[in-house]
């Protein structure tokens, strides 16, 4: 049913509907790369809105109501710097007051909780090593981010949605000068101060993979510009990446109260390497099923680490290069945004196989299927812990206008 433009919807009583259309091709012109992705992103939008305004002309005529997401309630997320200065403002306050609020985790569990927000991240880090390179990988961080978004909203009066880092805008910019980083106060802060002859990292090597040699950035200590330039990472380091190869974890765990700067080290080579909007379409052009589309986004195989890894990599520091804590950035919310909206286009391509039943998904239910685990089904639970929310299953969150969802992108 996903198709067509609105008005069409609205003006004909028999409609011919058709899926959004791929491009022929993958571009490498960088710009040429990034308009295909806002076209095809753009009809993914108009045909949800067909899809919604088909389903309200179905219930005016039939009087059943066919699902709870209208064309009334849909909410709408948008990129970072498609916003005005006083949206950027309400959501950046949103995200000081959750940091303000205090926790809901017990102390016995996690003690460096000291806040809603550090709420989302204990739950990221309980809950690591069975939400990646899973069945649910997508899925849960999809449920995750609404939920997060939900937190905002209901908690802090943010009346916004969830806005979206777009990898291949900053791509083209340089993350220096894209809104979401230059450390303006419309900004989600900046770069971290320059730390000179800072080794390469190695990924990779210390688990068996084949080592991916990244370079180090343009920063590495703390943020000292715009908002959250005095915010407090208090929980991990759980799996630091460090410079030369090898990780760092808090000695007295990852759930300790660990008090220390936000860092980051922006690091253009790989946002343009790694997440660039040519590197996007592929992984949503590409992949014909579930299985090829997650491996490609998360990079499995190869010298590669995937659009997914490319976003964490490109904002680096501590907590963004940390497998378990990087929800301690505020930017780990745009950049998973950004990721649930190249799920949401690629689903749109088949709907009926990517967007519902056993076919939407594929994997285990542990990291690499370490321990060996059965696999992951639809009917899986989906539970976000004391970050907020009531558990749910895999197959609620398969479509963002189904389920407890009601939201698509522009």
């Keep these: 049913m996903r198709a067509g433009f609105i008005a069409l919807a609205l003006q004909a009583a028999s409609v011919a509907y058709a899926l959004p259309q791929a491009p022929d091709f993958v571009p490498s012109d960088p710009e040429a790369a990034l308009l295909q992705l806002e076209q095809l992103g753009n009809a993914t939008f108009q045909a949800v809105e067909a899809d919604l305004a088909e389903a309200a002309e179905v219930a005016k005529r039939s009087g059943i109501l066919t699902g709870s997401c209208t064309l009334s309630k849909l909410k709408i997320r948008r990129e970072w710097g498609s916003l005005s200065s006083n949206q950027k403002k309400a959501y950046i306050n949103a995200v000081k007051c ?3 609020k205090p926790a809901l ?3 016995s569990m996690a003690p460096g909780a000291k806040s809603r927000f550090d709420d989302f991240v204990a739950t990221h880090i309980n809950q690591t090593l069975t939400i990646h390179w899973t069945g649910n990988f ?6 995750y981010t609404w939920l997060y978004e939900k937190a905002l909203q209901d908690e802090c009066g943010y009346t916004g949605t969830q806005p979206y880092w777009n990898w291949g805008l900053s791509a083209i910019t340089g993350l220096a000068n894209s809104p979401v980083f230059d450390g303006s106060a419309t900004s989600l802060s900046g770069n971290g101060v320059f730390i000179p002859n800072t080794p390469d990292l190695i990924l990779g090597a210390s688990v068996g993979l084949p ?4 370079p180090s950035g343009s920063g590495g200590g703390c943020v000292t510009s715009g908002p959250f330039q005095n915010m407090s990472v ?3 380091p759980a799996a630091l990446e460090l410079p030369g190869g090898g990780s760092y974890g808090n000695p007295a765990g990852p759930y300790a109260y660990n008090p220390r700067c936000l860092k980051r080290s922006l690091t253009d080579y790989i946002n343009r390497r790694y997440a660039n909007a040519s590197s996007i379409l592929s992984n949503i052009l590409l992949p014909s099923n579930i299985d090829g589309f997650q491996t490609r986004l998360q990079g499995l195989g190869g010298q590669e680490i995937g659009v997914h890894g490319g976003g964490h990599f490109s904002m ?3 907590p963004g290069r940390d497998f378990f804590t990087s929800p301690g950035d505020p930017a780990f919310y745009l950049h998973h945004a950004m990721v649930d909206r190249v799920w949401w286009i690629w689903q749109s391509l088949n709907p009926s196989s990517r967007a519902a039943g056993a076919s939407a998904i594929a994997g285990t239910r542990t990291f690499l299927n370490m321990p060996p685990s059965a696999d992951a089904t639809i009917n899986d639970s989906i539970d976000a812990g004391y970050a907020a929310g009531t558990p749910i299953q895999i197959k609620d969150a398969l479509d963002t206008t189904k389920g407890p969802f009601c939201y698509v992108y522009l």
């Design 316 to 318: 680096g520091g501590d």
């Design 234 to 236: 208090n929980l991990g």
């Design 211 to 214: 080592p991916i040699v990244l």
């Design 98 to 100: 959750l940091q303000a």
């Design 138 to 143: 997508l899925s849960w961080h999809r449920y």
């Design 105 to 107: 985790t017990p102390a």
